[in-house]
Each structure stands twice: as C-alpha cells, then as structure tokens.
C-alpha cells in the first residue's frame, strides 16, 4: 500500500540545536518533494522544493536531502531558534497534474 | 500581493445539516486546490481546478461535497448533509499554473464542527 509518514513523535530541541525532521515514502514515485511549515490556527506556508535527481537543497539555515534509493527526505533546521517552533509538513509532489500528497506532520518545539 | 481568502473563518452546524465556504485564490492563479485537513493529519486533497475545469476530484466524496469555480476565479465548496466525521479544517489553496513543481499558496482554512 502506498504510505507518507514523518516522526511521529513531536520533536523537542534547545535552541541553537539542528533540528531534523524525516519523511518516508513508500510505493510512490514523486518528481519533487516539497516542505511546508504550518502554525497553528494556519493554512501550511511552502519552505523548499527539491527535484528527485537532486540530493540537497539549501536556503539559509534550511536543508533538504532527498534519497529516491531510500525514499525517504530529511529536513534540517540549523541554529533553531524558538520562532521555528511550529508543524512541518513534508508533501509528495506527483508527476500527474502537481498533487501533492502530504504526510501527517511533525510537531517541532524550540526551548530557549 | 493579497493572499488566499476564505470565509468563514469558523463554522458550527448540527449533523444532516447543509453548509457552504467560499475561497477567492491569488489574483492570477489558474489553479485552485479544496483541501481537508482533520486533527492530526496532513491536508488530504478533495478537488483540484484547472481555471473552471475540475483536474481531479477523485477523493471528493459527490454523495454529500460538491465544488464548484465560476468563471475560473472564486470557488465554494459545499457539504449537503454533513456528518460527525466532517468535522475539520478546509484549506482552499491555489498556484499559478497546474503541474509539478508549482508551490501552492494556503488560506487560513475554514475550521468546522459538527455537532
């Protein structure tokens, strides 16, 4: 069957830590893969894009890996800082028509 | 630039009830997406416009949702008659073209209970 999952488990870090949050896939073929950030009381706000034949996409203290042999994308945070404290979303972007299809989310709490 | 917006903000209706959310996207943007995002889940798509045209709206349950987008600008989303397990948070978003690789823009989401 096909599935999307991201930690399950909020994730709780110190600020100035790296975050890294993972998103696997299973029985999807996606041509990009996208992450989104979403406050809460909030529609999801787009972060990265990365294409499958790229391995890492960077824009400022953001990275995204992404590994079609593994299918699995792992999203860092570096120097996380409090205002970072919120749900990331990782999204499957399909060749057919730009869906997207989004996992669960991972709930993300930066402590001072 | 304004961005994607939705009425109402919150609704509360009893079970069997009808009830309607609106959505005005990006000025521009030929694509607009109707999203259902329940507690604790990621958003699950429903319905996907290309300008007026429905792309895909293969998790649209048509025995009680139904969309539409009028002159390929605004869209309402309707439910007729809602259930308990309706209850969650409608995500309108919109990009401006379809295909991969498009970001797509969110509104603040219409958050619904039912009762």
């Known amino acids: 069957s096909q599935k999307i999952e991201q930690n399950s488990e909020a994730l709780n870090i110190q600020e100035g830590k790296t975050a890294t949050l993972t998103c696997n896939y299973t029985?999807?073929?996606?041509?990009?893969l996208q992450w989104y950030r979403q406050d809460p009381g909030r529609g999801p706000v787009f972060l990265l894009l990365i294409r499958e034949n790229e391995k890492e996409k960077r824009k400022e203290r953001l990275k995204v890996t992404f590994d079609t042999t593994l299918k699995q994308s792992l999203f860092h945070i570096t120097a996380s800082q409090p205002a970072d404290s919120a749900t990331y979303l990782c999204a499957l972007d399909m060749y057919e028509g730009g869906k997207l299809i989004f996992g669960q989310g991972t709930e993300l709490s930066v402590k001072p | 630039e304004a961005g994607v917006a939705q009425s109402p903000r919150y609704k509360i209706i009893e079970k069997r009830q009808s009830v309607a959310f609106w959505c005005n996207p990006i000025?521009?943007?030929?694509?607009l997406y109707w999203y259902q995002q329940i507690l604790g889940q990621g958003p699950k798509l429903l319905i996907q416009f290309q300008n007026n045209g429905v792309v895909d709206d293969s998790q649209l349950p048509k025995d009680r949702f139904s969309a539409e987008r009028l002159k390929g600008v605004d869209s309402t989303l309707k439910i007729q008659p809602a259930k308990l397990e309706d209850s969650a948070v409608y995500l309108c978003a919109s990009s401006p073209a379809a295909g991969y690789s498009e970001t797509q823009y969110f509104g603040p989401g219409t958050r619904l209970l039912v009762l």
């Open positions: 029985n999807y073929s996606p041509a990009y």
């Open positions: 000025s521009g943007h030929a694509t």
